[in-house]
């Protein structure tokens, strides 16, 4: 009776979830197996027993090397992953410093670092242009250090669009790192110290792997909106050279009547997302059982 008693607890999410995760992506799987009429409508198809495939296969088959739309997935996989990287290069050491060595500046830190979640996203992108604009601050500082003539960030620019992407996600890494390593027991540290570790060592044996389901828990947080992101290129880059899975998927929902592709993109986006997460977890679950 207490059991079930606790289980009513989740139903509201259940019912969520079902309502706002479920119910839309079973529209999207109807929309990419729907068909279109004769004044290029697109129709969904409700029913397994009327899907068409075509779609799909089709988007499917462009996404892989040399199709149509791998250019996209492509840009897509290595700005990721690069942005990821740098996530991990600048926000790691700075939720380390808060959560090891700040003391009586921790809370003004965490502070500092919640303040960007108070400001609207399209703000801060627009920041990011006024910074990197032809005549923005970054240019007048390189002319000012002697760089006659410096980049022209907004034109197109892969390593603009990374550079924005991780000025925008990269409070969504450091929080949940900081989170696990200031949870960390200091003893445990202190034994490997005690041991004959050099302070490297106790890091590389102790701290780094203790802190391993709070790397993967933020790079799940920063990871998964990078991948459907299609604002942050359109107002940095706003060139094809550049586009990612989501600026196509954008491309066809919103400006073109290929609706039915565009939803059957979004399937090979949550396909790609879905081995992510897959290691997500199955990683989360070792890590668990390893330091039960």
Known sequence: MTARYWRGFALPGVAWLCLFVVVPAYAVLAMAM??????????????????????????????????????AVRNTLVYVTAS???????????????????????????????????????????????????????????IDIGIAHPPNWLN???????????????????LPVFAGLDRIDRSQIEAARDLGATPFQAFM?????LSRPSILAGAAL????????????????????TNMLGNEINLFVQGGPEKNLGAALVLVLMAILLVLMIYYVVQTARDARRFA
Request: proline share 9%.
């Open 34 to 71: 729907g068909r279109v009429n004769l004044l290029l409508v697109p129709i969904p198809a409700w029913s397994p027993a009327t899907w068409n495939p075509g779609w799909v296969s089709k988007a499917f088959s462009g996404a892989l090397p040399g199709g149509e739309y791998w250019p």
């Open 156 to 174: 197109g620019n892969a390593y603009s669009v990374i550079l924005a992407l991780v000025y925008g996600y990269i409070p969504y890494f450091i």
């Open 84 to 142: 990821l990287g740098l996530c991990f290069a600048i926000g790691y050491p700075v939720a380390y410093y808060v959560a090891r060595h700040a003391k009586r500046t921790k809370t003004l830190l965490v502070v500092l670092l919640v303040i960007p979640f108070w400001v609207s996203y399209l703000l801060r992108m627009l920041a990011w242009i006024g910074l990197l604009s032809t005549d923005g601050y970054v240019n007048k500082l390189l």
């Open 222 to 241: 920063v990871v998964l909106p990078m991948f459907g992101d299609y604002y942050t290129n359109d107002l940095i880059s706003a060139s094809p050279r």
């Open 205 to 209: 044996r102790v701290t780094l792997p």
